[in-house]
């Protein structure tokens, strides 16, 4: 298995074709995947997130705390070698970056996912995030999420949804996701191991 950095080509292309969101995420590092045969398999992505406020909930600064936001791959990489593919790519952020303290990563219970790849890392998994919140709208009879409603359309409120855009939309009840971390630091990483829960199945 091979790692190298991936370009902006590289990333798209991975995102729009590898993984079911379709979608490119704010990235920072993003690195390729390569298999043994030397094919490229996608790329596994590392950026800022979603929650802007995310390093406070930890006592970091901005800068010490990474999310894992794509795991892109077409599967080539092979059975079971995904999360060999993570802690490669994990390795080379921290040499690249020896600054960040933290990377924090969610498996998505809408997809059924419990975190396989984080817990053969031996990630550090926190619970589950908030359970039946509006995440999204069906419009059109398709999922979209609310940032992304807010992006097209400059809001997101449901009725302006139902009176603009789609009157027979619906609202998206999300089962949340679990939480998992992942600490370099040491003493960061004994003080959350007394937090930690049995992994989920």
């Known amino acids: 298995m091979r790692i190298s950095i991936a370009t902006p080509k590289a990333i798209r292309y991975a995102c729009m074709n590898f993984h079911y969101a379709k979608a490119v995420p704010a990235v920072q590092y993003g690195f390729n995947v390569f298999n ?29 705390i990474l999310e894992l936001v794509r795991c892109a791959l077409n599967g ?3 059975h079971g070698n995904t999360s060999k593919a993570v802690a490669a790519t994990m390795k080379m952020l921290h040499q690249i970056n020896p600054l960040v303290k933290i990377l924090i990563s969610y498996a998505d219970l809408d997809q059924d996912h419990a975190g396989i790849i ?10 589950k995030t908030n359970t039946d919140e509006v995440s999204a709208y069906i419009i059109d009879g398709k999922k ?46 004994k003080q959350y191991q007394q937090k930690a829960l049995p992994y989920p199945k």
């Open 36 to 64: 043994d045969a030397d094919e490229w398999c996608g790329v596994i992505l590392y950026g800022g997130g979603a929650n802007r406020n995310i390093a406070k909930e930890f006592g970091l600064c901005s800068g010490e």
């Open 76 to 78: 080539k990489q092979g």
């Open 118 to 127: 984080y817990q053969a890392t031996n990630w550090i998994y926190l619970g």
């Open 144 to 189: 979209t999420h609310r940032k992304s409603v807010y992006s097209k359309y400059g809001r997101q409120d449901f009725d302006w949804i139902l009176q603009n855009v789609d009157p027979n939309a619906e609202k998206f009840y999300t089962k949340g996701k679990h939480k998992y971390i992942y600490c370099f630091d040491k003493a960061l990483r």
